[in-house]
């Protein structure tokens, strides 16, 4: 809908912001409202203050506030689960729900587009996030190769798709329009893409074998089209669609669609989507596809879209590669992701420029405007909020507000020319010379060890004569119950901890404290029954930052929060210098949580993999390298806990699966490095010491073979949600050490049924040989609460013995 008399596209804009809050405001809205403390009314409320202090400060920050250049990407939960509501694509096991909250559709929304659009409440809305006593929630996963998870949506031929939900419509007029006498922003709504939106979704249980869910995709786009038009008449000038799933070679149709390729899908939606309707207008669209190039070597996905009618493409230029002048980009704007929005480091603000007055003289394109990467949703808000970091470590960094300010500096110069932002790219430019040089960067001993390292570094014993060893030591009966390894963080660790932290509690009383807390958790597990302990990690504010605070190479934030999921945030760490560990970390309590008992306690450790990948890592040295210097530091801790008398270690790789590249190409590489990272890890240990290790919430399939490659004495894996989806590839793969498919879904609020755990269970053990089988919660206790806890493995140690019995 190329027309002159539109709005251009603005020079500078970034495709998301962090959207928790500050200061976590959206989370303690929302468990606030969870736990029926505060009212729907009050929820909302706060998200609409949050949502508009967002546009405000963007446009602060200096983005354009009449045109289209900030972002509205605001969630009260999750961008897919967004869709989903906005669509109405409730599944059928919700149906009770979703019938017991409908309303009539309001009497406002009668003479607008898509007229009869009625919201879908927040308890539909939260029952699928979350679940309900009868339903589990939708399954979660990872977000591509990041660490936020989304919810995944369940699509059967009947399910009922159409524009149901106009709330990013209110959110669009909330802003341009606002009730409190501010500014007025006329935002960009940021829209999950209907072709990603249907690649990541799953079949409804009970649909065909060969259903896929991409062939609803002509009933999604024209809800698509009606919520377009509903916005244009609102007055936005641009809508961004997202499509990640355009340069993964991960994310696939499942089943026929009745499409030859992803790229004809795409040529099908935007041509649908971009088609005339007399008498009705949309607004120009710009279609995003961050971490990964367009110019995939599977296949060509930026052709397919320069050939449709849509008025801007962004492409990630961290990332992809530059892409080349193509049939239809002459028409349109490139959105060049220049600035990186995956991770926290200063950009070289003059190559950056650079590339910019490449592209504008090489691709062909109508235009270029200046972005981030990806959306800023995965950075923190403010270096500025962080007054106990080194001042130099400072300097180097960039959070959203930061990103935000380099984008408007390149778009200044790409625009004005170099010598009106030359101070600006003098600074960055110095800044990046000084953490080069600063000390700590490179430490000649660390660096000195790994070039000392051997083929037989990465190698243990056999597993048949690991496995003899281990079951004389251990003495486990069949299927052993186990937890993952933290319990429920309580108010009152978490107010030792900051008291201790504050210098308000000294050290023997933090000891005292958390050892009484250990004490408190090992009881427990005898009562319930459990067969191999842990020591519940009261001691631990983050499974990744815990290690990093005592880690040499990194630092870590106050107020550097990042979502997750939901309301759970998380702060990274800052891995800015080589890794070493200057003394013991996790010994002390292991061995005094093992001293409480006879039966074993496994000590737990974060591996190398999942602590890079829940960091903000070093990009000045290949991650392969990173990897091993903080595999070398943990296997230290291995050996310690092992002189202990500690006889099962377990090495949580969580993110394997979320650092998988998306570039089926650069797969291989990958997998072998963190394969091998873990394996320097843990391949000192004796062969009687049992190794665990555990990943969650991502897709273990296309992983499989390098799951087995760790060469785990144990492996437990998220399975509750999925219903043991997994099970069947480790089958069929010939997996033939141990496994623990969770049975409880951990993420929910929900106590799982000993008859629902019996069943998960049986579905494992008609796999996978029963001596093989652990029984196991999906994840760590840490977000759940005592109460529901102590049902919950009641329960599933209630079912093993059943199950057990039947063995």
Same mark, same amino acid.
């Given at each position: 809908?190329?027309?002159?008399?539109?709005?251009?596209?603005?020079?500078?804009?970034?495709?998301?912001? %962090?959207?928790?809050?500050?200061?976590?405001?959206?989370?303690?809205?929302?468990?606030?409202?969870?736990?029926?403390?505060?009212t @729907?009314?009050?929820l909302?409320?706060?998200?609409?203050?949050?949502?508009?202090?967002?546009?405000?400060?963007?446009?602060?920050?200096?983005?354009?506030?009449?045109?289209?250049?900030?972002?509205?990407?605001?969630?009260?939960?999750?961008?897919?689960?967004?869709?989903?509501?906005?669509?109405? @694509?409730?599944?059928?096991?919700?149906?009770?729900?979703?019938?017991?909250?409908?309303?009539?559709?309001? %009497?406002?929304?009668?003479?607008?587009?898509?007229?009869?659009?009625?919201?879908?409440?927040?308890?539909?809305?939260?029952?699928?996030?979350?679940?309900?006593?009868?339903?589990?929630?939708?399954?979660?996963?990872?977000?591509?190769?990041?660490?936020?998870?989304? *919810?995944?949506?369940?699509? $059967?031929?009947?399910?009922?798709?159409?524009?149901?939900?106009?709330?990013?419509?209110?959110?669009?007029?909330?802003?341009?329009?606002?009730?409190?006498?501010?500014?007025?922003?006329?935002?960009?709504?940021?829209?999950?893409?209907?072709?990603?939106?249907?690649?990541?979704?799953?079949?409804?249980?009970?649909?065909?074998?060969?259903?896929?869910?991409?062939?609803?995709?002509?009933?999604?786009?024209?809800?698509?089209?009606?919520?377009?038009?509903?916005?244009?008449?609102? $007055?936005? %000038?641009?809508?961004?669609?997202?499509? /990640?799933?355009?340069?993964?070679?991960?994310?696939?149709?499942?089943? /026929?669609?009745?499409?030859?390729?992803?790229?004809?899908?795409?040529?099908?939606?935007?041509?649908?989507?971009?088609?005339?309707?007399?008498?009705?207008?949309?607004?120009?669209?710009?279609?995003?596809?961050?971490?990964?190039?367009?110019?995939?070597?599977?296949?060509?996905?930026?052709?397919?879209?320069?050939?449709?009618?849509?008025?801007a493409?962004?492409?990630d230029?961290?990332?992809?590669?530059?892409?080349?002048?193509?049939?239809?980009?002459?028409?349109?704007? *490139?959105?060049?992701?220049?600035?990186?929005?995956?991770?926290?480091?200063?950009?070289?603000?003059?190559?950056?420029?650079?590339?910019?007055?490449?592209l504008?003289?090489?691709?062909?394109?109508?235009?270029?405007?200046?972005?981030?990467?990806?959306?800023?949703?995965?950075?923190?808000?403010?270096?500025?909020?962080?007054?106990?970091?080194?001042?130099?470590?400072? $300097?180097?960094?960039?959070?959203?507000?930061?990103?935000?300010?380099?984008?408007?500096?390149?778009?200044?110069?790409?625009?004005?020319?170099?010598?009106?932002?030359e101070?600006?790219?003098?600074?960055?430019?110095?800044?990046?010379?000084?953490?080069?040089?600063?000390?700590?960067?490179?430490?000649?001993?660390?660096?000195?060890?790994?070039?000392?390292?051997?083929? &037989?570094?990465?190698?243990?014993?056999?597993?048949?004569?690991? @496995?003899?060893?281990?079951?004389?030591?251990?003495?486990?009966?069949?299927?052993?119950?186990?937890?993952?390894?933290?319990?429920?963080?309580?108010?009152?660790?978490?107010?030792?901890?900051?008291?201790?932290?504050?210098?308000?509690?000294?050290?023997?009383?933090?000891?005292?404290?958390?050892?009484?807390?250990?004490?408190?958790?090992?009881?427990l597990?005898?009562?319930?029954?459990?067969?191999?302990?842990?020591?519940?990690?009261?001691?631990?504010?983050?499974?990744?930052?815990?290690? &990093?605070?005592?880690l040499?190479?990194?630092?870590?934030?106050?107020?550097?929060?990042?979502?997750?999921?939901?309301?759970?945030?998380?702060?990274?760490?800052?891995?800015?210098?080589?890794?070493?560990?200057?003394? %013991?970390?996790?010994?002390?309590?292991?061995?005094?949580?093992?001293?409480?008992?006879d039966?074993?306690?496994?000590?737990?450790?974060?591996?190398?993999v999942?602590?890079?990948?829940?960091?903000?890592?070093?990009?000045?040295?290949?991650?392969?390298?990173?990897?091993?210097?903080v595999?070398?530091?943990?296997?230290?801790?291995?050996?310690?806990?092992?002189?202990?008398?500690?006889?099962?270690?377990?090495v949580?790789?969580?993110?394997?699966?979320?650092?998988?590249?998306?570039?089926?190409?650069?797969?291989?590489?990958?997998?072998?490095?963190?394969?091998?990272?873990?394996?320097?890890?843990?391949?000192?240990?004796?062969? =009687?010491?049992?190794?665990?290790?555990?990943l969650?919430?991502?897709?273990f399939?296309?992983?499989?073979?390098?799951?087995?490659?760790?060469?785990?004495?144990?492996?437990?894996?998220?399975?509750?949600?999925s219903?043991?989806e997994?099970?069947?590839?480790?089958? =069929?793969a010939?997996?033939?050490?141990?496994?623990?498919?969770?049975?409880?879904?951990?993420?929910? /609020?929900?106590?799982?049924?000993?008859g629902?755990?019996s069943?998960?269970?049986?579905?494992?053990?008609?796999?996978?040989?029963?001596?093989?089988?652990?029984?196991?919660?999906?994840?760590?206790?840490?977000?759940?609460?005592?109460?529901?806890?102590?049902?919950?493995?009641?329960?599933?140690? &209630?079912?093993?013995?059943?199950?057990?019995?039947?063995?």
């Open positions: 809908m190329t027309d002159n008399t539109l709005p251009e596209f603005p020079h500078a804009t970034v495709l998301g912001y %962090p959207r928790i809050g500050r200061r976590r405001e959206l989370k303690r809205a929302l468990e606030s409202y969870w736990a029926g403390t505060t @729907a009314d009050e909302e409320r706060t998200s609409h203050d949050l949502r508009l202090a967002t546009v405000r400060r963007l446009v602060e920050l200096g983005l354009e506030p009449g045109t289209g250049a900030v972002p509205n990407s605001f969630s009260r939960y999750d961008q897919v689960l967004d869709i989903t509501a906005t669509l109405g @694509a409730v599944p059928a096991r919700f149906g009770e729900v979703a019938r017991r909250n409908a309303g009539p559709a309001r %009497p406002e929304d009668a003479a607008a587009p898509g007229s009869g659009v009625r919201e879908v409440p927040g308890d539909t809305y939260f029952a699928l996030a979350r679940g309900t006593a009868e339903q589990p929630p939708l399954e979660l996963t990872k977000w591509f190769d990041t660490n936020y998870h989304y *919810l995944v949506p369940e699509i $059967g031929p009947e399910t009922p798709i159409g524009f149901a939900d106009d709330r990013i419509v209110r959110e669009f007029v909330e802003a341009a329009r606002p009730d409190d006498g501010g500014i007025p922003v006329v935002t960009r709504p940021v829209i999950v893409g209907p072709v990603t939106y249907l690649l990541l979704s799953k079949p409804e249980h009970g649909a065909p074998d060969d259903f896929s869910p991409l062939s609803r995709l002509d009933d999604v786009v024209a809800a698509y089209r009606a919520l377009l038009a509903a916005l244009a008449a609102a $007055g936005a %000038p641009w809508v961004q669609l997202d499509e /990640p799933a355009l340069v993964s070679d991960l994310v696939t149709p499942q089943g /026929p669609a009745g499409f030859d390729t992803v790229a004809d899908a795409v040529r099908r939606a935007y041509d649908a989507l971009t088609a005339p309707t007399p008498g009705t207008e949309r607004p120009q669209l710009l279609v995003a596809a961050p971490f990964g190039d367009l110019r995939r070597a599977t296949g060509d996905r930026l052709e397919p879209l320069a050939g449709t009618d849509v008025e493409v962004a492409v230029l961290v990332r992809g590669a530059v892409p080349p002048a193509v049939p239809g980009l002459a028409a349109k704007t *490139l959105v060049a992701g220049v600035i990186d929005g995956h991770n926290i480091w200063r950009a070289d603000l003059a190559t950056r420029l650079g590339l910019l007055e490449s504008r003289d090489t691709t062909g394109a109508g235009a270029v405007a200046v972005s981030t990467s990806t959306s800023l949703l995965h950075v923190p808000h403010d270096v500025g909020d962080e007054p106990r970091l080194d001042p130099a470590l400072a $300097g180097w960094l960039a959070f959203a507000d930061q990103k935000v300010g380099e984008v408007v500096t390149l778009a200044r110069g790409l625009r004005d020319g170099r010598t009106a932002v101070p600006q790219l003098a600074e960055a430019t110095a800044a990046i010379r000084g953490r080069a040089e600063a000390a700590g960067v490179v430490v000649p001993g660390v660096r000195d060890r790994l070039t000392r390292l051997s083929d &037989a570094d990465f190698v243990r014993a056999p597993y048949s004569d690991r @496995a003899a060893a281990q079951r004389t030591r251990l003495d486990l009966p069949l299927l052993p119950t186990t937890t993952i390894g933290s319990f429920p963080q309580t108010t009152d660790i978490r107010t030792t901890r900051a008291a201790w932290t504050r210098g308000d509690l000294s050290d023997a009383d933090y000891e005292s404290r958390i050892r009484d807390e250990i004490a408190r958790v090992v009881a597990q005898e009562e319930l029954g459990l067969d191999v302990l842990v020591h519940g990690e009261p001691e631990r504010n983050d499974m990744v930052q815990y290690f &990093a605070e005592r040499a190479g990194f630092a870590t934030t106050v107020h550097g929060w990042v979502q997750s999921y939901g309301s759970r945030c998380v702060r990274p760490p800052i891995l800015w210098g080589d890794v070493s560990r200057p003394q %013991p970390i996790t010994v002390p309590w292991a061995t005094y949580a093992a001293s409480l008992t039966k074993p306690v496994k000590g737990m450790l974060t591996g190398p999942t602590i890079l990948a829940w960091s903000f890592v070093r990009d000045d040295q290949p991650l392969a390298d990173t990897a091993n210097q595999a070398l530091a943990l296997r230290d801790e291995v050996a310690d806990l092992e002189a202990a008398g500690i006889a099962i270690v377990q949580d790789e969580a993110a394997l699966r979320e650092l998988l590249p998306l570039d089926a190409a650069a797969q291989p590489a990958y997998l072998d490095w963190s394969v091998r990272s873990f394996r320097l890890t843990t391949s000192g240990a004796a062969p =009687s010491t049992q190794i665990h290790t555990h969650c919430y991502s897709e399939g296309d992983i499989v073979g390098a799951i087995d490659d760790l060469d785990a004495d144990v492996t437990s894996v998220e399975a509750a949600r219903r043991m997994i099970v069947p590839g480790l089958s =069929s010939g997996y033939a050490r141990g496994i623990g498919p969770g049975v409880w879904d951990i993420h929910s /609020p929900r106590v799982p049924s000993d629902e755990v069943d998960l269970l049986k579905l494992a053990v008609a796999e996978i040989d029963p001596r093989l089988v652990w029984v196991n919660p999906d994840c760590g206790l840490k977000t759940r609460g005592y109460a529901e806890t102590t049902a919950s493995l009641t329960n599933l140690v &209630a079912a093993a013995r059943e199950v057990r019995a039947t063995l």
